[in-house]
């Protein structure tokens, strides 16, 4: 140990004294508010760092908390976010089932109204995949007694005719295929003609009737129906309403919108005969019950 020079004793033996002194003093001192003087000036010395302590560890403690918090809200949202996309999967899941049960109830309801008629339901399940040929795929085939050029309905009215079949399935050439055609007549003033598909294969939704000289009245609105002179289709059934006639050389240009919803087709109904279907009785009763983005049927027509 290093020692203290004999010359410093003194002063330092003091110095000891008087702080002994001074200590003794603070002891006996009484402040009137604060207690003793060396309880103040202990409390004085010591309050500072017990304020930082405190300070920091009510940071430490918040930081700590929040983290935690944030972590299992984190995990909260994460879950909610799961649970909403399972929600909106499962409500667009019983959307599709509920427009399904609607469209097999308006294939029903129509198989009722015309129980003297052999008629085969199908289900749409494939679709052309270019722009050449517009055609779909049904699950039916010859096992089920659907043989080439059998005409395809829905409801609302004509589809196409069968151009291929295989055992268990078959294809369907659609109206609005360019090769496509239909015998027809204007229902109202019961004026022939001929439906095909959009000229040149443009893939365009309208149809084009034929052959409706130039001096015969027609007007848009009006429906066009089938005429059966084609031997394929019954006549009578819906095929479309023209929305524009222009006047030509020798014949009217007519456009027609096609009654049947041939770009959102998943069940059709194969008619295995061409009798004629007596679609007066459906003047009261919907054919088919209306689901969003679903088409209406178009009026009844009234044979003359």
Request: neutral net charge; charged residues 25%.
């Amino acid at each position: 140990m290093v020692g203290v020079p004999s010359r410093h004793k003194s002063l330092v033996l003091l110095a000891g004294v008087i702080i002994l002194q001074v200590l003794l003093l603070a002891v006996q001192i009484k402040r009137e508010s604060q207690g003793r003087l060396i309880r103040v000036w202990t409390v004085g010395i010591i309050s500072p760092f017990e304020r930082a302590s405190s300070s920091s560890y009510s940071w430490v403690r918040d930081v700590w908390r929040h983290y935690f918090a944030l972590r299992g809200t984190t995990r909260d949202n994460e879950q909610l976010r799961r649970d909403l996309n399972e929600l909106k999967l499962r409500n667009s899941q019983l959307e599709g089932k509920a427009a399904e049960a609607d469209r097999l109830a308006g294939l029903l309801h129509f198989k009722e109204l015309h129980e003297d008629v052999p008629m085969i339901f199908a289900r749409v399940i494939g679709t052309s995949a270019g722009s050449a040929s517009l055609t779909i795929q049904l699950d039916r085939g010859e096992q089920d007694k659907i043989r080439r050029n059998m005409a395809v309905i829905t409801p609302d009215g004509v589809v196409g005719k069968v151009i291929e079949t295989y055992p268990n399935a078959s294809q369907v050439l659609l109206l609005t295929d360019k090769e496509s055609g239909v015998g027809a007549m204007v229902a109202e003033s019961r004026d022939q003609g001929h439906v095909e598909g959009p000229v040149g294969g443009s893939g365009e939704p309208l149809l084009s009737m034929k052959y409706v000289p130039d001096d015969d009245g027609v007007n848009v609105g009006e429906h066009v129906i089938t005429s059966g002179m084609d031997r394929i289709f019954p006549r009578d059934l819906p095929v479309g309403t023209i929305v524009e006639v222009k006047p030509g050389t020798t014949f009217k240009q007519i456009k027609v919108k096609p009654a049947a919803s041939l770009e959102r087709l998943e069940e059709v109904i194969v008619l295995l005969t061409q009798q004629p279907l007596d679609l007066k009785k459906e003047a009261a009763p919907a054919l088919v019950k209306t689901h969003p983005g679903a088409s209406a049927s178009p009026p009844p027509v009234v044979r003359r």
